[in-house]
């Protein structure tokens, strides 16, 4: 696969998320992908997907920076969003948030076989501190 490829690759791997159209996860998913190096399988993100999707109903994924080189993807997605409860151990409770993910995917067979997240938690815990003063 090219860069270019991948690239729209990708593009319809978030469009398939911001539709929440997880049924449809398998064709940009690998069956045995990895998590922030646990086997978490297909099955196992969509469901961390669902309960993203519950804890933020407006969850919504914006690419912000987008790298390609095969079989490697680096972007950038950035959030703004309305958390309903808590999110990565903070309690937003309705708070409306921005923060950013830098995520890195390997593709194998073109799907993602592999995925690295780091989240800006700090970024929602300052923006919570903040909103209650």
């Given amino acids: 696969m090219n860069p270019n490829e991948l690239r729209t690759l990708y593009h319809g791997y978030i469009d398939c998320l911001n ?3 997880l049924d449809q996860l398998g064709e940009f998913v690998d069956a045995d992908v990895e998590y922030n190096g646990t086997r978490v399988s297909l099955a196992g ?3 961390m997907l669902k309960r993203d999707f519950e804890a933020i109903p407006d969850l919504y994924f914006n690419i912000t ?3 390609s080189e095969p079989p490697l993807i680096a972007s950038r997605l950035d959030f703004n969003c309305t958390p309903s ?3 990565f151990g903070i309690a937003v409770n309705g708070i409306r948030v921005q923060f950013s993910e830098n995520v890195f ?3 194998h067979s073109r799907r993602i076989s592999r995925v690295w997240s780091v989240i800006d938690e ?3 815990a300052r923006q919570v ?3 209650r003063l």
């Fill in 19 to 21: 539709s929440r159209n």
């Fill in 45 to 47: 993100y969509q469901d």
């Fill in 65 to 67: 920076l987008l790298c």
């Fill in 85 to 87: 409860s808590t999110l």
């Fill in 105 to 107: 995917y390997q593709f």
């Fill in 122 to 124: 700090a970024a929602i």
């Fill in 129 to 131: 501190k903040e909103a």
